[in-house]
Nanobody
Framework: QVQLVESGGGLVQPGGSLRLSCVAS????????MGWYRQAPGKQRELVAA???????NYTDSAKGRFAISRDDAKNTVYLQMNSLKPEDTAVYYC??????????????WGQGTQVTVSS
């Protein structure tokens, strides 16, 4: 089992910045993808950013140039630095980890989420 705990959400004005943190604990063997998803009220959950064990990153189009995902292996933590925030970024942000199985699928783990609100 893998446990994920998010922190760093809050209220920020448009144009401001936040840094989200996700600390992973438990059995971490085989985990090769970690990322951040978000879900706004009435909308589907969407991928924001992801990073592999090899350091490859991927971002949704709306996040490119504004958000950055990174890892601190010593602290077993994944971060999401969010700059130039817009009201459209308002959502609950969830940490995610994936582990490939022998059946060609992924087993996924989720945190409880942290609220990000961008408003004047």
């Amino acid at each position: 089992q893998v446990q994920l705990v998010e922190s760093g959400g809050g209220l920020v004005q448009p144009g401001g910045s936040l840094r989200l943190s996700c600390v992973a604990s438990g059995s971490r063997f085989g985990i090769n993808h970690m990322g951040w998803y978000r879900q706004a009220p009435g909308k589907q959950r969407e991928l924001v950013a992801a990073i592999t064990s090899g350091g490859t990153t991927n971002y949704t189009d709306s996040a490119k140039g504004r958000f950055a995902i990174s890892r601190d292996d010593a602290k077993n933590t994944v971060y999401l630095q969010m700059n130039s925030l817009k009201p459209e970024d308002t959502a609950v942000y969830y940490c995610n980890a994936k582990r490939p199985t022998v059946w060609g699928t992924f087993y996924e783990y989720w945190g409880q989420g942290t609220q990000v609100t961008v408003s004047s």
